[in-house]
């Protein structure tokens, strides 16, 4: 039987071999996800907002195209900027972000050059 329940909730019904089918299935696919690593992959995730949002929103600099990504509280900046100034300056916000470890600034500079 599949249906709405009386609560909302969609209700299926599955022969067990298929059920155990897709189980097996879906955990062989997936990797291991411990409260640590589903913590750790959180934290990166508001260090790359965190980042990208001081980068994008500094007033005294304008800015190319920047790829920011968090591993493990490492920051990975990546892509093009106008200047010299404006690698140095993401370097510099992206350090100032609380949580933070390190930054790698990958950045390439193409002054006197469009993007």
């Given at each position: 039987?599949?249906?709405?329940?009386?609560?909302?909730?969609?209700?299926?019904?599955?022969?067990?071999?298929?059920?155990?089918?897709?189980?097996?299935?879906?955990?062989?696919?997936?990797?291991?996800?411990?409260?640590?690593?589903?913590?750790?992959?959180?934290?990166?995730?508001?260090?790359?907002?965190?980042?990208?949002?001081?980068?994008?929103?500094?007033?005294?600099?304008?800015?190319?195209?920047?790829?920011?990504?968090?591993?493990?509280?490492?920051?990975?900046?990546?892509?093009?900027?106008?200047?010299?100034?404006?690698?140095?300056?993401?370097?510099?916000?992206?350090?100032?972000?609380?949580?933070?470890?390190?930054?790698?600034?990958?950045?390439?500079v193409l002054e006197g050059r469009t993007l």
């Amino acid at each position: 039987m599949h249906g709405w329940s009386s609560k909302g909730i969609l209700c299926l019904s599955l022969c067990p071999g298929l059920l155990a089918t897709l189980l097996v299935a879906a955990v062989g696919a997936c990797q291991t996800v411990t409260p640590q690593t589903l913590q750790r992959q959180i934290d990166d995730a508001v260090i790359t907002a965190a980042v990208k949002r001081r980068i994008f929103t500094d007033p005294i600099t304008t800015w190319g195209a920047v790829n920011v990504e968090t591993v493990g509280s490492r920051v990975y900046l990546r892509g093009v900027v106008p200047t010299a100034r404006e690698k140095n300056r993401a370097h510099e916000l992206a350090i100032e972000v609380p949580g933070v470890l390190r930054v790698v600034n990958d950045l390439q500079v193409l002054e006197g050059r469009t993007l």
